[in-house]
């Protein structure tokens, strides 16, 4: 039987700047789908995936998704991305922020 699970990695979080969530482990999981809602008006959002062997030092995994302005969600997917991983959000700015919710669903 296969294991599932959800975890929010942000929760209206009002983006500025340049973003990254928290180090996520799943080294359990043989697949991830990320998704990556706005709420509210927003500029056009740079969504990428990171991966990690420690958790401390990253690398891009995956292709980013543009999500664009009048657009309120975007998904990543990932696989065979080893044990941690992490979500960044670029584009938003103190004159332009995003207000951003991020769930990983982890399967394994």
Known sequence: ????????????????????????EAGWAREA???????????????????????INWIRRGTPVMLAADA?????SLSAFGNWLRVTVTGASPEAP???LIHVNGKG
């Open 72 to 76: 309120s969600i975007a998904e990543l």
């Open 1 to 24: 039987m296969l294991q599932n699970n959800t975890s929010v990695l942000a929760r209206r979080v009002v983006v500025d700047g340049d973003f990254a969530t928290l180090a996520y």
């Open 33 to 55: 789908v990320v998704f990556v809602q706005v709420e509210g008006g927003h500029p056009d959002l740079v969504v990428a995936t990171e991966i990690s062997p420690d958790g």
């Open 98 to 100: 995003a207000r951003i």
